[in-house]
């Protein structure tokens, strides 16, 4: 949907509601034109039904005011004496078009001072309830979100399980833009399997101004930019389609800013020609075969073999997978594929019961098919990659039908249809077409990012998306609030409100917490039991 769509549709939505209630402006003393000044309109409405004036801004947050007209429609009906329970069924089965019979074919006396008290329990607990969703929607889609960390490719750093609250508003809230959504629900309706919200209509893409901007380095929650894989790891099963507030959500660590030029030596990022330096929490691992004496990793009742690193392992070393892969009978050696940090190779290297590691290294100049652009003209792979510069908004670069594979997803999906620009580009010879006609340059329309974890031999990250549109960044990581360890079902309870960000070892705050909180109910205590005296 385009502006101008989207201002047609309000223009509709405005003669709709006046058509339906100048009648009822009337009745409580109003002038029948107030009925038709948008935003003007639904102030007064709010004084006839005897509500506050700032549920109007409730009224034009996207999710919220879909819970917030049904209850509008109902406290107007009210308002003229439509009580009964067929009424407020009405009223909402009919999407509010109920309004428009008795305002035509009713003879209704306004009700000013009417008691807004609901009259029986059961309709107590849903203003209630209604409310506090209300209060909930806005609180996850404009400030704070809760994440769950389901893949290791920010191991050490944050772990699978940890439960995180990441900020909306720091990078700026994206407004959302699937119009006709479940509250505080992504892409599925839990336990149903099914979407969560309708294709149509999609609104203009709008963004609230952030107080910060992502830093080189940041961990930060972005949406998967290109489509959603329907098997996450085999992309001839094909995509579909996801608007970008329903696209899959990661966790990964911006590696590349605009205007950095960005390369890949051995799985190590440089910057400008420098080795990224990385905070000290980061720690970067890699895949090492590891031969042993011995079994390095647990095994259950029926002594078969986990990914869960034996009692040996997690006594001696940091070590979080490491996965059996073969037994060489023949030569009594165990065959291990690991995920370790230089340190953890280092240690692990002097270990009696190991006989060799050998790190997994890539061939630089061999192509890998599944590794950005997926072009053979870049023979790239994810140990050897670029160099490739980042997009920054408002630079402008040639373009040749030799980097056309780099920025031909920007032009026409990013900076085109997510945008609601229709954008084509096509080749002839060694020319490029937008649209039809030729293009020799390009101005970029947004900031571009480069997003991956630190485990690299096991993350999906940049290296196969590509390039990260500001556009696509969900918010920042700030505080983990719980940590689970599925491996020996037990709480981390060192990493309970800790820090994302910052040096040195997190510091849990989690004792602090649960004193502010005694604190508060003791507190509401004794002032419940002064009150009462």
């Not at 392992?313 to 490491?322: E, N, P």
Request: charged share 20%; net charge positive; hydrophobic share 40%.
């Amino acid at each position: 949907m385009t502006i101008t769509t989207l201002l047609l549709f309000i223009l509709f939505v405005q003669i709709v509601h006046f058509l339906g209630t100048w009648k009822l402006y009337v009745k409580a003393g109003r002038k029948a034109w107030e009925a038709v000044i948008p935003v003007y309109n639904a102030i007064v409405l709010m004084k006839i039904i005897n509500r506050s004036p700032w549920w109007t801004i409730l009224l034009f947050i996207p999710i919220v005011n879909l819970i917030m007209f049904p209850v509008v429609w109902v406290e107007t009906l009210r308002s003229f004496g439509k009580n009964s329970n067929l009424d407020t069924f009405l009223g909402v089965a009919t999407f509010g078009l109920y309004i428009y019979y008795i305002n035509y074919t009713q003879d209704l006396k306004y009700i000013e001072n009417r008691s807004l008290k609901p009259r029986t329990s059961a309709g107590e607990w849903t203003s209630s309830i209604l409310f506090a969703v209300v209060a909930a929607t806005i609180v996850h889609t404009y400030v704070m979100q809760p994440f769950t960390i389901p893949t290791s490719s920010l191991e050490k750093s944050l772990l699978v399980g940890d439960f995180l609250f990441v900020s909306k508003f720091h990078y700026g809230a994206r407004a959302p833009m699937s119009a006709v959504s479940f509250p505080m629900v992504h892409d599925k309706v839990p336990g149903l399997n099914t979407k969560s919200y309708l294709d149509a209509p999609q609104l203009p893409f709008f963004r609230f101004p952030g107080f910060q901007k992502i830093k080189r380095n940041d961990i930060v929650v972005c949406s998967w930019p290109t489509d959603t894989l329907v098997v996450i790891d085999d992309p001839s099963k094909g995509f579909m389609y996801k608007p970008i507030d329903k696209k899959a959500n990661y966790v990964k660590r911006c590696v590349g800013i605009p205007g950095d030029e960005l390369e890949i030596k051995d799985g190590y990022v440089f910057i400008n020609g420098k080795q990224n330096e990385l905070p000290d929490r980061a720690k970067p691992q890699f895949t090492y075969q590891v031969n042993s004496k011995i079994a390095l990793v647990k095994t259950d009742s029926q002594r078969k073999y986990t990914r869960i690193p034996s009692d040996y392992m997690l006594s001696r070393y940091d070590i979080s997978d490491i996965v059996l892969y073969d037994i060489d009978k023949e030569n009594k050696m165990y065959i291990h594929y690991a995920q370790l940090t230089d340190d953890a190779f280092e240690q692990l290297k002097n270990d009696p019961n190991v006989i060799e590691i050998i790190k997994n290294k890539g061939e630089k100049g061999k192509w890998d098919p599944n590794v950005f652009p997926q072009n053979p003209r870049f023979n790239w792979n994810t140990k050897y990659f670029g160099p490739i510069t980042l997009p920054e908004k408002g630079t402008t670069i040639p373009i040749t039908i030799e980097n056309i594979p780099l920025y031909k997803r920007i032009i026409e999906v990013y900076d085109g249809s997510e945008l609601g620009i229709k954008n084509k580009i096509t080749q002839a010879g060694t020319q490029v077409f937008l649209n039809g006609e030729l293009i020799t340059e390009y101005t970029f329309l947004q900031d571009y990012y480069w997003m991956m974890g630190d485990n690299r031999d096991n993350s999906q990250d940049a290296r196969m998306w590509g390039f990260v549109p500001f556009n696509h960044v969900v918010g920042k990581p700030v505080f983990i609030w719980m940590s689970w360890d599925s491996n020996n079902g037990k709480v981390r309870w060192e990493r309970l409100f800790t820090t994302v960000g910052g040096d040195g070892e997190p510091v849990s705050y989690f004792k602090y917490f649960v004193v502010l909180l005694g604190a508060w109910f003791a507190f509401s205590y004794f002032r419940k039991r002064k009150k009462k005296a």
